[in-house]
């Protein structure tokens, strides 16, 4: 089994170091194409690794991968997690920006073309993706009260102003990041409605938040870093902060995302994933429960449950 692991990772050492020449040869799609039908050979390897296999896989493919990927700006970004942690509001800056502008960001050539792979890759995609499918969520409702939880720098909200709609609405930010409330705040600083940001301990701020609740709740991302036991615990706390006819909005990472291997292997950035069933299981005692309804982005990555009060 070593044998074969390190048979797989020369192969692709290789492939990502002809990537430059493979992108002017056979045009950028087919060659990232190229490189993404190997991932997902090695992925369906890696499954059917015992758990000490599949340690020695990854530290063979650190070993010779992680040198060509630390030349990438969101590669290198995401490894070194400057914030402590995978996934950061930082993170989100470098998929944002670099899904609508230059994705060529390296130190040197051949990491810039790993950078703009990586920008291709589901995750980054579905990450894009995820922003527009908020941002309609907020503007499609007439929500008057709206709280964003582990909101980061809020592109979703940032998007929806900018284009003229939530201009009545209050708003609310928790995040245990300042920088990226900052951030959202500098970028909202024209918004007309009423802008509040809590600070801290997210748990702690919407607890002490208003008795009457919130219209619409949302979590873009911190479910993805709670194991279903605490994920539960989580959405009960949230479902009596949300005002009758309102509506919780759960997003969580599915666990056939098909970028798994590359996330975890050159960002060490696990998640905890979550199937349809846990993630049904979420709305169970809860009270006063109308309806529920999910969806699935179209990159089989992050998963939408919307949960509506009576």
Known sequence: MPGISEFFVQKLLKKLKTLPEKVEEIGEKTAFQWVNEMLALYQGYRNFLSAYHEEHFKKAFQQKILVLTNQSALCRYSYDKPRGYA???????????????????????????????????????????????????????????????????????????????????????????????????????????????HRGNILRTILKEKEKGFD?????????????ISAKKLTQRLWSKLAPGGCLLITNAHPENPTRLWMEYVSEWYLEY?????????????????????????????????????
């Open 87 to 197: 996934g950061d509001f930082g993170a989100m800056e470098l998929i944002w920006d670099g899904r609508r502008g230059p994705r060529y960001c390296g130190y040197t050539g051949l990491g810039a073309y790993l950078n703009a792979f990586t920008l291709e890759t589901e995750n980054c995609k579905a990450n894009e993706y995820r922003v527009h499918y908020l941002k309609e969520r907020l503007i499609k409702c007439s929500y008057q009260i709206i709280a964003s939880i582990g909101s980061g720098a809020a592109f979703e909200i940032v998007e929806a102003v900018k284009d003229g709609y939530l201009k009545d609405t209050e708003i609310h930010l928790f995040d245990q990041d300042e920088e990226a409330l900052d951030l959202a705040k500098l970028r909202l600083r024209d918004f007309s409605g009423r802008l509040v940001l």
């Open 216 to 228: 619409f709740i949302y979590s873009s991302g911190m479910f993805d870093y709670f194991d279903i």
């Open 274 to 310: 979550k199937g349809s069933e846990e993630m049904k299981s979420m709305s169970e005692d809860l009270n006063d429960l109308k309806n529920a309804d999910m969806d699935v982005d179209p990159y089989g990555v992050y998963q939408y449950l919307s949960l509506y009060k009576r």
